[in-house]
């Protein structure tokens, strides 16, 4: 089992930018797919992008051109870069680790969150 902590979310105006840091616990974070997920206020939670151990990555369609999801593999890290946030950004953000299982992603793990608040 892998623990997550997420970090480096705040208070952001819009068109503002953030980059959250996923921190892994554990020897096998390199063989994980990691995600990142949000769910803002009354929202179900949504997969923002993924990205596989050998580096390919899966964006949701709303996160094209705006989000970046990248691995740190020796600091057992993974961040997501954010840009021209908009108030409809304004969630918590979590960060999962899973495992390929055919062609889907299996979450195992989950971190707590952090909030992302877009606002003037």
């Known amino acids: 089992q892998v623990q997550l902590v997420e970090s480096g979310g705040g208070l952001v105006q819009p068109g503002g930018s953030l980059r959250l840091s996923c921190a892994a616990s554990g020897s096998l974070f390199s063989l994980y797919v990691v995600g990142w997920f949000r769910q803002g206020p009354g929202k179900e939670r949504e997969l923002i992008a993924y990205?596989?151990?050998?580096?390919?990555?899966h964006y949701a369609d709303f996160a094209k051109g705006r989000f970046t999801i990248s691995r740190h593999n020796p600091e057992n890290t993974a961040y997501l870069q954010m840009n021209d946030l908009k108030p409809d950004d304004t969630a918590v953000y979590y960060c999962a680790g899973g495992r390929l299982v055919g062609t889907a992603v299996s979450w195992t793990d989950w971190g707590r969150g952090t909030q992302v608040t877009v606002s003037s």
């Open positions: 990205i596989k151990s050998d580096g390919k990555i």
